[in-house]
């Protein structure tokens, strides 16, 4: 059975900075694209970011082009998002997903694995 866990969210004020980190069981980790996806209250969800088994191939969607960076690391079965620069539009409830399609294009969950979620709340 495969989990996906996210951790890391919190409250921040603008401008600063939080790191969510996601570990993946049940999966070969280092087999799978890995990405990040994010839903507001009211809104859809979107994809966030996106990184391929080996790291050769990474989006990230253009709002937190600049602010957000995408890694992971094989050995320890995690991935993480470090989110700097956070503004208030960044609230949301952050998910981790497991074999998604990952492309320099875009990101898709559809038949991936997927997390409960962290909060990230940004006040202004």
């Known amino acids: 059975q495969v989990q996906v866990v996210e951790s890391g969210g919190g409250l921040v004020q603008a401008g600063g900075s939080l790191r969510l980190s996601c570990t993946a069981s049940?999966?070969?980790?280092?087999?799978?694209?890995m990405g990040w996806f994010r839903q507001a209250p009211g809104k859809e969800r979107e994809g966030v970011s996106c990184i391929s088994w080996n790291g050769g191939t990474t989006y990230v969607t253009d709002s937190v082009k600049g602010r957000f960076t995408i890694s992971r690391d094989n050995a320890k079965n995690t991935l993480y998002l470090q989110m700097n620069s956070l503004k208030p539009e960044d609230t949301a409830m952050y998910y981790c997903a497991a074999d998604v399609k990952c492309t320099i294009l875009k990101v898709s969950g559809d038949f991936a694995y997927w997390g409960q979620g962290t909060q990230v709340t940004v006040s202004s």
């Open positions: 049940g999966l070969t980790f280092g087999q799978h694209a």
